[in-house]
Antibody
C-alpha cells in the first residue's frame, strides 16, 4: 500500500527556520515526483512545487519560488519542505502528495500525506 | 497566472444530481487534462477523477468528469450525505505549473 506519512504539527515564531518531512513507503520512492500543497486556514489548495528524488529535479510555483525550498533524500525515502525565515502568513496546513504519470501533461496526485499544520505566531 | 474558476457552492437533496463547473481563464490550460479532488472536512484531499474523465479504482461510478475546450465539469449523481465536502479541479498550465481551482463546497440538504 502506498503511504505518505508527514511529520507532526509545528509551532514557530516569525523569523525562525523550519523543515517538515514526508516519508514515502509501499512504492519505489525515487521514481515519482513528490509535490507540496498549501492550505491556509479556511482557504483553498495551492501548489508550492515538486521534487523528483531520482534525479533531483525541482520545480516551484512562480508564487512560491524563493519562499520555500523543496528537497528529498532518496536513501531514506523522505521529502522535505523548508523555510529559512517564517512569517505569520506561512501559517497553514501543508500536504505532500505523490505524482502519478500518464503522458507529459497528464499527471495527477494519487496519494496524499495526512498534512502537517504549521503555526507561526509571536 | 492561470486561474481555474469554480462556483463557491453547490447543493442538492439526497438522490439528486449535482454538477460543478471548472473554467480556465486562459487558453494555456484549455488543452490539458483536468483532475478532480474531494476534501472531506478535516482530511487530506483525495483524487476523484484523472485525465478529465477517468475514475481511480475505488471511486464510485456516481462520480463522472467531462471536459470541453477550456471548461470541465464534475457530476455527482445519486447524491449522498457523505458527499458533503469541498471539491477542487486542477490542471497543468503550459509552463508545467499545477493550478488548483477555487474550490466548491457541496452541501447535502
Amino acid at each position: 500500500e502506498v503511504q505518505l506519512v508527514q511529520s507532526g504539527a509545528e509551532i514557530k515564531k516569525p523569523g525562525e527556520s523550519l523543515r517538515i518531512s514526508c516519508k514515502g513507503s509501499g512504492y519505489m520512492f525515487s521514481v515519482y515526483w513528490i509535490g507540496w500543497v498549501r492550505q491556509m486556514p479556511g482557504k483553498g489548495l495551492e501548489w508550492l512545487g515538486m521534487f523528483h528524488p531520482g534525479d533531483s529535479q525541482v520545480r516551484y510555483s512562480p508564487s512560491f519560488h524563493g519562499q520555500v525550498t523543496i528537497s528529498a533524500d532518496k536513501s531514506i525515502s523522505i521529502a522535505y519542505l523548508q523555510w529559512n525565515s517564517l512569517k505569520a502568513s506561512d501559517t497553514a496546513m501543508y500536504y505532500c502528495a505523490r505524482l502519478q504519470s500518464g503522458s507529459h501533461f497528464d499527471r495527477w496526485f494519487d496519494a496524499w500525506g495526512q498534512g502537517t499544520l504549521v503555526t507561526v505566531s509571536s | 497566472q492561470s486561474v481555474l474558476t469554480q462556483p463557491p457552492s453547490a447543493s442538492g437533496t439526497p438522490g439528486q444530481r449535482v454538477t460543478i463547473s471548472c473554467s480556465a481563464t486562459s487558453s494555456n490550460i484549455g488543452g490539458n487534462p483536468v483532475y478532480w479532488y474531494r476534501q472531506l472536512p478535516g482530511t487530506a484531499p483525495k483524487l476523484l477523477i484523472y485525465s478529465s474523465d477517468l475514475r481511480p479504482s475505488g471511486v464510485p461510478d456516481r462520480f463522472s468528469g467531462s471536459k470541453s475546450g477550456t471548461s470541465a465539469s464534475l457530476a455527482i449523481s445519486g447524491l449522498q450525505s457523505e458527499d458533503e465536502a469541498d471539491y477542487y479541479c486542477a490542471a497543468w498550465d503550459d509552463n508545467f505549473n499545477y493550478v488548483f481551482g477555487t474550490g466548491t463546497k457541496v452541501t447535502v440538504l
